[in-house]
């Protein structure tokens, strides 16, 4: 069965690192950006996102779970998933 769950505090440096490998990958392939030129600019947009490891205030980051394993992770505005701007972590 598959299922969708909030992250965890402890899973985001394991969500850091796919989202700064796969985006990078995307904007070398699709964009001309050299890996390195790619992984800054990666790593730039999650911390824009991410301060401090964290989704920002307007974002809600799901794990997709299958069989209780983790198999990817979703981003959901906070407007899209129906949850309050103002719920307090």
């Known amino acids: 069965m598959i299922t969708l769950r ?3 505090s402890s899973e985001f440096l394991d969500y850091k690192n796919i ?3 796969e ?9 001309g950006h050299t890996l390195e030129q790619a992984t800054v600019l990666a790593e730039s947009s999650y911390a824009e996102h991410f301060p ?6 307007d974002n809600v980051i799901m794990c997709i779970e299958a069989d209780k394993q983790t198999v990817g992770y979703i981003p959901k505005p906070l407007e899209d998933a129906g949850i309050s701007k103002s719920r307090g972590d």
């Open 52 to 57: 401090n490891n964290r989704p920002k205030a």
């Open 19 to 21: 989202f700064v490998d």
């Open 23 to 31: 985006y990078a990958k995307d904007l070398s392939v699709n964009y």
């Open 6 to 8: 909030d992250m965890h």
